[in-house]
């Protein structure tokens, strides 16, 4: 099963993954994206991303390796065929953070394939604000990701769950549920 985790800049995806990774490390694996942009402190390669050139990422494209990909503020983000495959081999619950167009597009090309959940975390403009100042992005930055915000927002219903991740205790848990209750039905809910 993929997971899919969608929401705005700085509603907590990656710190969620991080959190499932670690404390339930039985249930789930990560795949990462290929992005164009530079790594933020802690990051490193293959977590949560893979650091490519805008040349290499060209390359990708053409050669067919990626399911999908958009350009999200100035660099590129896309899926890739070969670290999903590698992924599947764990047996476990994929986890992986999408932007809110590649999920959608990324769930209609594997749902014959494979069982794809979408969730979307959520949370008020202000509190991501207050995030993003936190991480120590500059404020043109902020205001970039910001901007993204209501359009981000206006796809929650294509999503088959919905989670306000304002407690990340709280989150990884509904997380936990979801991921149970799917890999024996196909149900859609607010959590």
Same mark, same amino acid.
């Given at each position: 099963?993929?997971?899919?985790?969608?929401?705005?800049?700085? *509603?907590?995806?990656? /710190? *969620?993954?991080? @959190?499932?990774?670690?404390?339930?490390? !039985? @249930?789930?694996?990560?795949?990462? @994206?290929? /992005?164009? $942009?530079?790594?933020r402190?802690? =990051?490193? !390669?293959?977590?949560?991303?893979c &650091?490519?050139?805008? =040349?290499q &990422?060209?390359? #990708?494209?053409?050669?067919? =390796?990626?399911?999908?990909?958009?350009?999200?503020? @100035?660099?590129?983000?896309?899926?890739?065929?070969?670290?999903?495959?590698?992924?599947?081999?764990?047996? #476990? *619950?994929? +986890?992986k953070?999408?932007? +809110?167009?590649?999920?959608?597009?990324?769930?209609?090309?594997?749902?014959?394939?494979?069982? +794809?959940?979408?969730?979307?975390?959520?949370?008020?403009?202000?509190?991501?604000?207050?995030?993003?100042?936190?991480?120590?992005?500059? !404020?043109?930055?902020?205001?970039i990701?910001? $901007?993204?915000?209501?359009e981000?927002?206006s796809?929650?219903?294509?999503?088959?769950?919905?989670?306000?991740?304002?407690?990340?205790?709280?989150?990884?848990?509904?997380?936990?549920?979801?991921? #149970?209750?799917?890999?024996?039905?196909?149900?859609?809910? *607010?959590?």
């Open positions: 099963m993929l997971m899919i985790l969608s929401g705005c800049s700085a *509603v907590g995806k990656n /710190t *969620v993954i991080k @959190t499932l990774l670690r404390e339930h490390a !039985e @249930t789930f694996c990560s795949m990462p @994206t290929y /992005t164009t $942009r530079a790594p402190p802690g =990051e490193r !390669e293959g977590d949560p991303y &650091f490519l050139t805008d =040349e &990422f060209r390359q #990708k494209i053409a050669e067919g =390796e990626l399911y999908e990909y958009e350009q999200i503020h @100035t660099s590129y983000y896309g899926s890739s065929r070969k670290l999903l495959a590698e992924a599947r081999k764990s047996g #476990k *619950v994929i +986890v953070d999408i932007d +809110v167009k590649g999920a959608l597009n990324l769930s209609r090309l594997l749902r014959e394939d494979l069982r +794809v959940v979408t969730v979307f975390l959520y949370a008020e403009k202000e509190l991501l604000r207050s995030r993003l100042r936190g991480r120590g992005d500059a !404020e043109a930055d902020i205001a990701r910001l $901007r993204r915000y209501d981000e927002m796809y929650i219903d294509a999503y088959d769950y919905r989670i306000e991740n304002l407690v990340l205790a709280d989150t990884v848990q509904k997380i936990l549920e979801i991921a #149970k209750q799917c890999q024996g039905s196909s149900g859609s809910a *607010v959590i």
